[in-house]
Structure formats: structure tokens, C-alpha cells
């Protein structure tokens, strides 16, 4: 029997394999481009670059909730005991409002108790709960010990996101429009970080070349070696991931200059990976962006 199935969404940039392999249940959020409908990465990213490089829009949405009580309603099919749906901020988008009401219609339908767990995150703070969630459930664990994992490892997760600009996340209403005028007027590139579930202006730095260092010193920083400015301690091992949006050239300087001051400050990274961020989260952050996700190994 499958146990507790755990479920998230597009957002969360969990890669095929990886999902597969621990049976976590991906649901897509909808981009609307050109007045066409598309699931999540299902639009070619190339092409919503070059759309949005040329001065259009896109819009984009969450699962509805029939969509989400289908996605519950098949894992229960399929033999679930419980069901875990963790989702990227409802500060971020109604995703997560959906999925309580799909979880009340369907606990009550079916007597299968489905729990849905607010990252306050997105991207790789969300995808990362949701495998520490799938981990628990793999070995055997109950729903509590999976809500358990998924809760502790978004809480202690820290998402950084570097943009040329702020006018993609203006457009979307994510940053207010003045904060956007100011960036660009000064020709500062920001980066933001997501505090209390929402996305939020860190730092700003001028040029590509400053903006990675920074972005990197502060992923230092969340990691915590014992070289590091704030080490963490006993803090443990961290997971890793290189977020971008169709510009491998940066993800790869930034690659490079993150794992090697990881080395330099000791930091006990039990993996990093390469993941561009789904087409939904690139309609909203812009072409060119690159960011870096932490978090614990193991909770």
C-alpha cells in the first residue's frame, strides 16, 4: 500500500525523476499566454522569455479546486492512508485556499484524512519540504511525522531570488510599482527574499558580477559553516539548489562561486543541484533571474 502520498505543485521545481522516484504527486499551476491556456511548463520557456523580453504579459493561476480534490481523490484511489499536499505561499498565490477546501470535500467524502501544509516559501523551499515530507513517507512513516518533516524543513528554509529588474513582479502585483521605478531609475539589480510568505527586497547590488557575490554571501550565510559569518554550529547538513530562467551561462558562475565558498567555509552540504524555476514562477520573476535555495538534510 502506498501509505501517506504526498502531493505538491509545479512551483516547487521537483524534477520528474526525483518525483517519481519517491512517489511524490506533482499538480500544475496555468499559464495563460497569447490568450492560450497552458499547464505549467508546459509552455516552452524560451519562448515566454523571448515574449516577455519583447514587452508582453503573461498571466498566470492556480490549480482549481476540482483540479487539486482530483489529484487527492486519485492517490486515494491508488491506496493512500493519508494525504499531505504541500504547497508554495498563499501569500504567493490561492493555491493552498484551494487545496483546504478540496481537502474538507474529500476527507469528508472518502474518510481519508488529507492535511495541506503553507511553505510560506516557493521554488526550492517549498520542493525541498516536499521531499523531506516524501522521505518520511517512504520509510513508513505516519501522517504526522510526514507533516512533521514537510513544516520544519519550509519553516528553516531560506529562498533568495536575483532579478535584473522589478518590473515582471510589479506587473504581477508581487512588489509595489514604485519600489520597481526606483530599481530601475538607479539601475540596481535586487534581491529579494521571501519573509512572512511574501517576496520582499533584501538587498540591492549594481551589476551581475556584485549581485552573484552577494547572493552568495548570503547563501553562505543560511548555510552556516563554521567559516562562515553566522556559523550555525551543530546546525547539520544542508540541501542545495541553483534556481535560474533560461540563462544557464549565470546559473553556472553562480554554480561555481557557491560551491566553492560552501568549501571555504566548511559547510556540510549533503546536495546541490541545477533546477529553472517553472514557467509560472519565471512569468512573474522575468528572464534572467537565478536564486539559490537552503535547507536541512534530514529533518
Do not use: K, Y
Not at 516577455?52 to 487527492?72: E, F, H, K, V, Y
Not at 474518510?111 to 520509510?139: K, S
Not at 553566522?230 to 530562467?245: E, I
Not at 524555476?277 to 519565471?282: L, Y
Request: hydrophobic share 45%; aromatic share 2%.
Amino acid at each position: 500500500m502506498p501509505g501517506v502520498v504526498v502531493l505538491t505543485d509545479s512551483t516547487a521545481s521537483v524534477s520528474p525523476e526525483t518525483a517519481q522516484h519517491l512517489g511524490v504527486r506533482v499538480v500544475p499551476l496555468r499559464v495563460l499566454l497569447d490568450g492560450a491556456d497552458h499547464p505549467d511548463d508546459a509552455l516552452s520557456r524560451e519562448e515566454l522569455a523571448a515574449h516577455l523580453r519583447a514587452g508582453g504579459t503573461a498571466t498566470t493561476s492556480g490549480p482549481s479546486r476540482q483540479t487539486l480534490a482530483d489529484a487527492m481523490e486519485a492517490a486515494v484511489d491508488d491506496g493512500a492512508t493519508a494525504v499531505v499536499c504541500v504547497h508554495l505561499s498563499a501569500e504567493l498565490s490561492g493555491t493552498v485556499g484551494h487545496a483546504r477546501l478540496a481537502a474538507e470535500e474529500v476527507t469528508r467524502r472518502r474518510g481519508i484524512p488529507v492535511h495541506v501544509v503553507d511553505t510560506r516559501t516557493v521554488g526550492g523551499g517549498t520542493g525541498f519540504a516536499a521531499l523531506a515530507a516524501a522521505e518520511r513517507a517512504a520509510r513508513g512513516d505516519g501522517p504526522d511525522s510526514v507533516l512533521a518533516a514537510a513544516r520544519e524543513t519550509a519553516a528553516r528554509s531560506s529562498v533568495l531570488f536575483a532579478v535584473p529588474d522589478l518590473h515582471h513582479l510589479a506587473r504581477g502585483g508581487r512588489i509595489g510599482p514604485a519600489r520597481a521605478f526606483l530599481g530601475s531609475a538607479l539601475g540596481v539589480r535586487p534581491i529579494l527574499a521571501l519573509r512572512g510568505g511574501r517576496l520582499a527586497v533584501a538587498e540591492t547590488a549594481r551589476g551581475a558580477a556584485r549581485t552573484r557575490r552577494r547572493i552568495v554571501e548570503l547563501a553562505v550565510r543560511a548555510a552556516g559553516g563554521p567559516g562562515a559569518a553566522t556559523p550555525r554550529g551543530d546546525g547539520g547538513p544542508v540541501r542545495v539548489a541553483v534556481h535560474h530562467f533560461t540563462d544557464t551561462d549565470a546559473a553556472d558562475a553562480l554554480t561555481a562561486a557557491l560551491e566553492e565558498r560552501l568549501a571555504e567555509t566548511g559547510a556540510q552540504v549533503a546536495s546541490i543541484v541545477r533546477s529553472e524555476v517553472t514557467a509560472v514562477v519565471g512569468a512573474h520573476t522575468g528572464p534572467g533571474v537565478v536564486g539559490v535555495a537552503l535547507a536541512p538534510a534530514g529533518c
